[in-house]
């Protein structure tokens, strides 16, 4: 287990680039892995989840080569029968959205992955499966990894499935259905949350040539038959998601830091960011191809938003509303009780260990601002954990320690390079 230690951060100063987005890298490698013919992905993100979708669209017969800034993807017209157990670490986005392209080989695929990503649910997705002729199970009938998938293809129609679990779901199967025998209809029984996800699979599958139609607010997706694939190269944009903990911290410590590489015309919800740090007092300047925090007038302000869309930016708002004068309530947090972590008990337990006045609801998280104390932290092995409460550290009174820091390579792995760059007191055990 890796330890940060966390020294007081009066200020920071510079630029960084923002890494690669890692929603768009997962969804590249896919469907460049389901085009018959060679497709590149240039910057891509390498982590621990992206890792796990190369192996996963290798062991499904795509020849991957990777290479100094960039991917080369030959897909095939069909995914093979895995010749081994599809092993997804702890990458929820990778299992949900390989799962339906597993249907589509002639065997029989196994996937599983790490002890977090096991307690994810997956029971919506195997059960929208079935409705459209595939047989796939729980291995052991509870709905949670490892699933069991008989291939052999899929027979298409229609299929019902809630859009407020996770909008991974979905995306998995835009994947799959296009090469399904007949034509689908995919209907949401509740509205779904985190569109902006299912918005980016769509914009990924146009570029590859594939066609869906999205009515009634995302409500009912129809999905026409016997589509292919048509190879197609890809430059990643910057990860706001990722981007957000870096322009948190110039908030936090008041400071003027720009983020390179942030696509001001993305489809990215979690864009969102800049609006919640000006309504919280925020100077935000905002170029072409860039965000940079200028300070904070009067100091950070507490505010109430709804995050239901934005999930991952709950854990970075905490940080800012710890540090900020008043009230902030953040509505939309039931879903984060299954990521990597139960995030809401995760925030809550590492929160108070710092003195936040912090509490939460069924669906809401509350936080009344004001010092923050320097204490021995966890991450919980979960990554927005992590880099929360490094950036909310920098400005506590007294040294911090996150043990398990290591859990960062998910999604950022330049987390702690980047933020040392501009200056914050880290130091790594």
Sequence with gaps: MVDLIIERTDELGGAVRAPPSKAYTHRALIASSLSEGSSQIREPLICDDTLATIDACRLLGADIERGDGYINVHGALKPATPEDVIYCRDSGSTIRFITPVTALADGISILTGGESLRRRPMMPLLEALRGLGVRCYSARFDGYPPIVVFGGGIRGGETWIRG????????????????????????????????????????????????????????????????????????????????????????????????????????????????????????????????????????????????????????????????ASGRTLIKGVRRLRIKESDRVSSILEEFGRMGVNISAGRDEIEVQGGIVHGAELSSHNDHRIAMACAVTTLKATGRSVIHGIECIRKSYPRFIEDLKSLGARFNVE
Excluded: W
Aim: proline residues 4%; hydrophobic residues 40%; charged residues 25%.
């Design 164 to 323: 407020d679990v996770s909008s991974q779901f979905i995306s998995g199967l835009l994947f799959a259905t296009p090469k399904a025998e007949g034509d689908t209809t995919i209907k949401l029984t509740t509205e779904l949350e985190s569109k902006p996800y299912v918005t980016m699979t769509m914009d990924t599958l146009r570029r590859h040539g594939v066609e869906v139609e999205a009515e009634e607010g995302y409500r009912t997706i129809r999905v026409p038959s016997g589509q292919c694939y048509k190879p197609a190269d890809h430059t990643i944009e910057g990860d706001y998601s990722s981007a957000a903990f870096i322009l948190a911290a110039a908030a936090v410590t008041n400071s003027r830091v720009r983020v390179e590489n942030l696509k001001v015309d993305t489809l990215q919800g979690d864009r969102l960011i800049l609006k919640i740090l000006k309504v919280m007092g925020v100077e935000v300047k905002v170029g072409s191809d860039y965000v940079e925090v200028l300070g904070v007038r009067d100091g950070l302000r507490g505010i109430k938003i709804d995050l239901r869309d934005n999930p991952d930016l709950i854990p970075v708002c905490v940080a800012l509303a710890s540090h």
